[in-house]
């Protein structure tokens, strides 16, 4: 699988909206390969999400922290849907929301089949956040594949971006090809995450913890 092509746009029919779901009984059956999208609020995953779709306008991007508060599901060329999660850390939502959310997203992990991958997006300018590896070690616990983009890289200097990748690697506990440094802003990382969700979609990742 490669990246979607960036003439094509949503309304061009390569990217489709299946549907914003509250509660996971109400996810549809897509039978397909998911990966789903996970990290903390306002750490770029929706903006993320649009740079692989190359769309302006697949997942809306917001900086109120906390604006996805469903799952949404993207059809990516009828052959792979990409599941945006709600972002959890310090979104200003009443702590009732935060549990609905959690029940949400827990539901989701916990009881997709066509779940093949989770990416885990984290802030490349930021140390390890333990709600991160809390999210990571919990996916190692549940045996699902995991790849972690480091977000923003962009905005370091190049000869600070290995150091901070590797030290995000030590923190997470990570294999190197289990971490991407990623910009919405340039593309980087952008062929390397396809590679993985290729790879994911024809079920060759398992989990590498």
Excluded: C
């Excluded at 289990?178 to 910009?183: A, V």
């Amino acid at each position: 699988m490669t990246p979607v092509d960036v003439k094509k746009s949503l309304a061009g029919g390569r990217v489709g909206f299946l549907g914003s779901f509250p509660d996971p009984s109400l996810l549809p059956i897509t039978h397909l390969p998911e990966i789903a999208f996970a990290g903390r609020s306002n750490v770029g995953k929706s903006s993320a999400i649009n740079k692989l779709l190359n769309v302006k306008k697949a997942a809306r991007v917001s900086g109120t922290p906390g604006r996805t508060q469903s799952v949404n599901l993207f059809l990516v060329e009828k052959r792979l849907v990409f599941a945006d999660l709600p972002g959890y850390g310090f979104a200003r939502v009443p702590i009732e929301v935060k549990e609905r959310w959690k029940g949400l997203v827990e539901g989701y992990l916990g009881g997709r089949d066509a779940l093949k991958l989770v990416v885990v997006l984290v802030d490349a300018r930021h140390e390890v956040q333990n709600s991160d590896a809390e999210l990571i070690w919990g996916l190692r616990q549940a045996r699902l594949p995991i790849r972690v983009l480091a977000t923003k890289s962009d905005k370091l200097k190049r000869s600070q971006r290995k150091k901070h990748w590797a030290a995000l690697r030590r923190g997470f506990k990570l294999k190197p090809h289990e971490l991407i440094g990623f910009s919405s802003s340039d593309g980087l990382g952008v062929e390397d995450a396809w590679a993985s969700f290729d790879a994911a979609a024809r079920g060759e990742l398992v989990d590498e913890g």
